[in-house]
């Protein structure tokens, strides 16, 4: 019989009469030995045979002992760190949250199948893996998901975010965490919003001091400022995922073009006009900043505008052209304004009656901001 039988004989001989207490100075005792001292080969085999018996010693300090001895180093053999990670909580707590020993692989399938406390402690380790990040994401509750978004150490993609943004936006916690992330992308921001908007429409203190008419018309015109805004801060690799998000959620309207479009957010505008016109991204761009008004017309009718709307968005393309070349802080005072002149004493159809309500809201607006403005500037100057 070679010595490491011997060794583990010994072993399991002394371990059937010791106490739980010697048991597990002992684990304790020979994980540190096997991670830390110079072994004979045959001596190592020996000491993790004895590891694996005791994962089956029937006390837990012994196997708390054994896991708090291994936890932290990438020596530890995987059998035993798997094994463990697999036991009650207060065990599988040391083993989950410090092991080094556990692949991006083993996270997922652990995140998958492991309890709550399984998922929270993986969200917790120094660093998560962009797999086990994606898996907690589509599965986790709203505490796994809280202590993933304040992990720094959490490799969260914005497919990610996404999928979290999806799953649990409606918790006011995980909301504040997605949107102080500064990478996190336009699409999302939009969802989130949504979301906020969505959560005041259907509040039954805002509906009986607002009422539900005028609740739904302030949240939709507060979404649509706001969707326009980010639109305008989005980052040209974030716009044609954007575009994409309200095209499928039934915000490229007419009325939303236009907005975008008399207020400057030109990249985005032309984004738009390319994802539902299916026009070369460049040709568009060409044809909206040079193009004559008829080959204007005519990609604007490509993307589903109909003519009596076409005309009105061909003659805002060209005055923005020439505010552009102005001062871009009155822009969209510019455009919407001079719109309202050109239109004011034609009667066109009902629908180009509505787009042209729009605009002489966005100018009333801007009206009464430069009033404010100037109010302020005047109080500042006589103080």
């Known amino acids: 019989m070679s010595g490491r039988y011997v060794i583990i004989e010994a072993f399991l001989r002394w371990a059937e009469t010791a106490k739980a207490e010697s048991r597990a100075r002992a684990a304790n005792a020979l994980g540190r030995a096997y991670l830390q001292s110079e072994m004979p080969k045959e001596e190592r085999d020996a000491a993790e045979l004895a590891m694996t018996y005791l994962l089956d010693d029937p006390s837990p300090r012994v196997r708390l002992a054994l896991a ?17 990670a697999e036991d009650q909580p207060e065990i599988a707590g040391q083993i989950i949250l410090f092991s080094p020993v556990f692949t991006d692989a083993d996270l997922v399938d652990l995140a998958l199948h492991g309890s709550d406390v399984a998922r929270v402690l993986i ?9 086990a990040c994606a898996a907690l994401a589509e599965i986790g509750g709203e505490t796994e998901i809280l202590c993933l978004l304040e992990n720094d150490g959490a490799l969260l993609s914005q497919a990610s ?35 906020v908007s969505d959560a005041l429409s259907e509040s039954a203190l805002v509906q009986t001091v ?10 939709r015109e507060a979404t649509e400022c ?14 044609p995922d954007l575009v994409e998000h309200l095209r499928q959620s039934g915000w490229l309207t007419s009325a939303f073009l236009m907005h975008a479009l008399c207020s400057g957010k030109v990249d985005f505008f032309a984004c738009a006009i390319t994802n ?7 040709r568009v761009r060409s044809i909206i900043s040079r193009g004559r008004v008829y080959a204007i017309r005519a990609l604007y009718e490509s993307a589903g505008l109909s003519r009596d709307i076409s005309t009105i968005f061909v003659e805002a393309t060209v005055i923005w052209r020439d505010a552009s070349r102005q001062n871009g ?23 180009a009656t509505q787009l042209l309500d729009m605009v002489e809201k966005l100018a009333n607006a801007e009206r009464r901001q430069a009033a404010r403005s100037f109010a302020a500037l005047a109080t500042l100057a006589a103080a």
């Not at 975010?161 to 999302?188: F, P, T």
Request: net charge positive; charged share 25%; hydrophobic share 40%.
């Open 161 to 195: 975010l996404r999928r979290i943004a999806e799953r649990l936006g409606d918790c006011a916690d995980i909301r504040g965490l997605l949107l102080s992330r500064d990478m996190l992308s336009s699409d999302i921001r939009h969802m989130l919003m949504r979301q």
């Open 226 to 239: 706001a969707t326009v805004t980010i639109a305008g801060t989005a980052q040209h690799e974030q716009l």
């Open 329 to 351: 802080a009155a822009m969209l005072e510019n455009v919407s304004s001079r719109l309202m002149r050109k239109f004011r004493l034609a009667e066109p159809p009902a629908a």
């Open 123 to 131: 969200a917790s380790r120094g660093q998560v893996p962009r797999g």
């Open 276 to 282: 539902l016109s299916g026009c070369d991204e460049r």
């Open 210 to 219: 607002i009422g539900n008419t005028r609740l739904q018309q302030v949240t």
């Open 68 to 84: 708090e001895a291994v936890a932290h180093s990438a020596s530890a053999p995987r059998n035993v760190i798997l094994s463990l």
